[in-house]
């Protein structure tokens, strides 16, 4: 079964840029599909971008022109590049391999966006 683990997490103002780096061990990568999910406080974990298996790439609204989901399957690395970052993006950013259902998650990454 894969491991993930996230990083690349910290503060930043309004208007920056973060990129989150998700790096996988176990399994075979290649076959899985991968995506990002965060969890505001007090709130549920929401889907932010998902990438399918083949390159199909889906955002959350509220992500869409900001957020780029990418991945490397000879790495068994999976990054999101968060630009012009707003207050309403902070929380625990989580990679999740093979679905938010029954699929993986790594412990979680902060990101804090200050106004």
């Known amino acids: 079964q894969v491991q993930l683990v996230e990083s690349g997490g910290g503060l930043v103002q309004s208007g920056g840029s973060l990129r989150l780096s998700c790096a996988a061990s176990?399994?075979?990568?290649?076959?899985?599909?991968m995506g990002w999910y965060r969890q505001a406080p007090g709130k549920k974990r929401v889907f932010v971008a998902f990438?399918?298996?083949?390159?199909?790439?889906v955002y959350a609204d509220a992500v869409k022109g900001r957020f780029i989901i990418s991945r490397d399957n000879a790495k068994t690395m999976m990054w999101l590049q968060m630009n012009n970052l707003e207050p309403e993006d902070t929380g625990v950013y989580y990679c999740?391999?093979?679905?938010?259902?029954?699929?993986?998650w790594g412990q979680g990454t902060q990101v804090t966006v200050s106004p």
């Open positions: 990438m399918i298996d083949g390159g199909g790439l």
């Open positions: 176990g399994g075979i990568f290649s076959t899985y599909s």
């Open positions: 999740n391999s093979g679905g938010p259902v029954r699929g993986t």
